[in-house]
């Protein structure tokens, strides 16, 4: 699966599910940036910082106690999620901001997405992946199109909407093989 390429982003291995981040990757940024630049990257890292609270939580909770295949898809992409939540509070904290407090809301709609989904089964759960990853790759070209960010934090944002192009594959791939087996 090393190297599968993903629609408009060939660049990005996400293979790696969490990239290795040394002492010097970590920044303080924003110094010098005007304003109204400063206030979108603000708005565009909240948005983000919640929505990957929201996506790392649907996968939690979609985890069974089953030892099988299915479950450890599972995990790696809750892992990747957690990663892309790490990567939204990092750049946060080196722009001066503080994440939204109001984000536990995010967490109650990804528990709510998440063990429905759940309940309803495997199939279930790979249409709900399915269709929040949709929604997200969306959002992140929204977010990539209007917004000034600096390079490193752009590539960031790029690299975990490839991942989440790859998550979108993956379900898609499993949910046709589920069909198969009908
Ligand atoms: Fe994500
Ligand atoms: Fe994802």
């Not at 934090?153 to 949910?175: F, M, P, S």
Request: hydrophobic letters at 35%; aromatic letters at 10%; charged letters at 25%.
């Amino acid at each position: 699966m090393g190297n599968q390429k993903t629609q408009g982003q060939t660049s990005y291995d996400i293979s790696i599910i969490r990239p290795q981040m040394c002492s010097e990757d970590f920044k303080m940024r924003g110094k010098g940036m005007e304003p109204a630049r400063l206030k979108a990257i603000r708005k565009g890292l909240l948005a983000l910082h919640t929505l990957e609270l929201m996506a790392m939580t649907i996968y939690k909770f979609q985890i069974t106690r089953e030892n099988g295949e299915f479950n450890r898809q599972l995990i790696a992409a809750m892992c990747n999620e957690m990663t892309h939540y790490q990567d939204f509070q990092v750049k946060l904290y080196e722009f001066g901001f503080k994440p939204s407090i109001i984000r536990l809301a995010y967490w109650i709609v990804g528990f709510t997405f998440g063990f429905g989904s759940r309940l309803l089964g495997s199939r279930t759960i790979l249409k709900t992946g399915i269709w929040v990853e949709t929604k997200a790759v969306h959002h992140y070209a929204e977010l990539l199109g209007n917004i000034d960010w600096d390079q490193d934090t752009r590539q960031v944002i790029e690299k975990d909407q490839a991942d989440e192009n790859g998550h979108i594959n993956r379900w898609k791939k499993l949910l046709l093989e589920s069909k198969s087996e009908d």
